[in-house]
């Protein structure tokens, strides 16, 4: 059946076509997104969501989104979708980083020039009739110091701007590295001293708890007397309250806001003010914009659900179209051997290690490792999945470890998989043979080859004459049909184990009677 993806929002509908022309059931509604209710009421139907920003993919739409496996932000910012709600049910969560940069940029600089000339204010007067020549008196933007705060994709291109319109430009950005500032030209500085020297100041970083009040009013009465401050990035940047004051003081010539604290803004605290210029957040609104993003999500999330390529993915690594095929029994295999590992372990995991060998370890193994570290925790951790395991292991403690390496002689491709509990390290390895199916190759040090069944029974033994009859008879009383009976030992009369994949569910009498037979230490009914 073809996978069914709702647009709730005003998107570009060239995604429309986008999403048919790759064998997507898309549904157009660009004004459900805000009608919680009736979002919540439908959201069970599809397999995807494709919004902008005036849909909240809140807890709430994502706890009755039982199908849906990934929502696609045709934008950058993704403050309005729970993520660690939708990580924790496996839903992917995509944006378009680069789509609307040049646009949103483009704005920063209008807003600019608009705050240097009084724009806004001189065309309203002229229109009015006033001509009022002599009250409008503007700044020359040439040679003054632009800072930019926050100097990722948006900022280095209103950097890059600013550059060409032979301003000085600085930049804060703890990420930026001195190379790159170089290279685009700019002075790396910190904050205090952009706040010091900059005669326009514009923001482009996410809002974190770090960037929330970046400017504060203890930081705004650090900035230079006649600051103009723009602000095309989110709301809550700058405190609005601290800025009026600063403004009405006359210590901040202007400020202009594309984004607020509370969106929609109707009303705002800067309103009124004759140096703030606002717009109603169009820093992403031109055609070009629209069109870039709108393709983009639609076609990254018609590859995810069609094909199970994964791009710019905020919640999991991605995967191309190209690999996701190769990479598909390797996911089910990691997840096997995880869960291999995880139903047999009964103390406190402390740490996870997955070690590549061969082929498999030039392959995308932060997604192999979730698929590993989702199948560890799934028998304790009901409602963990591969996009939320890496998140859940890291805040239960458990570290993760990967290691890659050569190809051994037997195997083109391997992975082990090392669980350290409390107790003790266990160790399990697998492979996929040529027919696609995953198989264990090796428990414990002990050479083994045995497919994954529905229901597996796993012995651990002493070698002994006469033991693999009564484990047969043990089985066989009981009503067990064996499919298959994989053996394995480290030496004649030494430890031993048996891979038993068995018709239907082991009840736990049987276990029970299993771990009765002499030269038994341990069994276990496993689930796969
Ligand atoms: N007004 C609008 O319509 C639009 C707004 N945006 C917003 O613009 C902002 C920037 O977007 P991009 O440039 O694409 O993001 P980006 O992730 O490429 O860049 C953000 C930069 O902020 C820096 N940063 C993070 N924490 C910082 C801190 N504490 N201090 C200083 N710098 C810090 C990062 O190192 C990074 O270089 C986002 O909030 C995005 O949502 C994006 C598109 C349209
Ligand atoms: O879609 C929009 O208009 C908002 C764009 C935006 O804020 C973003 O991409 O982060």
């Known amino acids: ?118 724009l806004p204010a001189a065309d309203a007067s002229t229109q009015a009739g006033k001509w009022e020549k002599n009250r409008f008196m503007g700044v020359e933007i040439t040679a003054k110091t632009l800072g930019v705060i926050g100097c990722g994709n948006i900022g280095s291109i209103v950097a890059e701007r600013g550059i060409g319109l032979k301003m000085k430009v600085i930049a804060f950005d703890p990420f930026l590295s001195p190379e790159r500032a170089r290279e685009m030209g700019v002075e790396k500085v910190e904050l205090d001293e952009l706040l010091a020297r900059a005669d326009f100041i514009t923001l482009h970083t996410p809002l974190t708890d770090k960037t929330k009040n970046i400017l504060s009013a203890e930081s705004l009465a650090k900035t230079k007397k006649g600051v103009r401050i723009i602000n095309c990035a989110r709301g809550g940047l700058v405190d609005e309250v601290a800025l009026r004051a600063a403004l009405d003081s006359g210590h901040v010539a202007g400020a202009a806001f594309d984004v607020f604290v509370t969106e929609p803004a109707t009303e705002n605290v800067l309103f009124g003010h004759p140096n703030v210029i606002a717009t109603p957040h169009l820093g992403a609104s031109t055609n070009e914009a629209q069109e870039n993003v709108a393709l983009q999500v639609a076609e990254q999330m018609a590859d995810y659900l069609v094909r199970g390529a994964i791009t710019n993915a905020i919640n999991f690594p991605s995967i191309s179209a190209e690999e996701a095929p190769r990479l598909k029994p390797f996911v089910e295999l990691a997840e096997k051997l995880g869960s291999f590992a995880g139903q047999l372990t009964e103390t406190g995991l402390k740490g996870i290690r997955i070690e590549y060998e061969g082929a498999v370890a030039d392959m995308n193994t932060r997604a192999l490792t979730s698929a590993a570290v989702a199948g560890v925790l799934r028998p304790m951790l009901s409602d963990v999945n591969m996009v939320s395991a890496p998140a859940v292991a890291r805040e239960r403690g458990i570290a993760i470890e990967e290691v890659r390496r050569e190809a051994s002689a037997n195997y083109e491709s391997a992975i082990k998989l090392v669980i350290q509990t409390e107790k003790q390290s266990r160790s399990v390895t697998g492979t996929v043979f040529a027919d696609g199916k995953p198989r264990i190759i090796e428990i414990k040090g002990i050479s083994i080859d045995a497919e994954f069944g529905a229901s597996m029974l796993y012995v651990t033994n002493t070698d002994q004459p006469g033991y693999i009859g ?27 184990i048996a891979i038993v994949q068995v018709d239907g569910p082991i009840a736990n009498d049987v276990v029970e009677k299993v771990k009765a037979l002499p030269q038994v230490k341990q069994a276990k009914a496993l689930t796969f």
């Open 1 to 118: 059946m073809a996978p069914k993806v709702l647009i709730s929002d005003k998107i570009s509908p060239a995604a429309v076509q986008i999403f048919k022309d790759r064998g997507v059931d898309v549904t157009y509604e660009p004004d459900l997104g805000k009608d919680k209710e009736k979002l919540a009421a439908v959201i069970g139907q599809y397999d995807g969501l494709a919004i902008r920003s005036a849909t909240k993919a809140t807890d709430k739409i994502i706890a009755a989104a039982t199908n849906l496996k990934v929502i696609g932000r045709a934008g950058i910012g993704v403050d309005n979708v729970d993520i660690p709600a939708a990580t924790a049910k496996g839903i992917i969560v995509m944006n378009t980083p680069f789509g609307n940069s040049i646009t949103t940029a483009e704005h920063a600089i209008a807003m600019m020039f608009a705050l240097a000339r009084e």
């Open 470 to 496: 009564a484990l047969g008879s043990t089985l066989g009383q009981a009503g067990v049909n064996i499919a298959t009976f994989n053996l394995g030992r480290t030496s004649p009369g030494g430890d031993a």
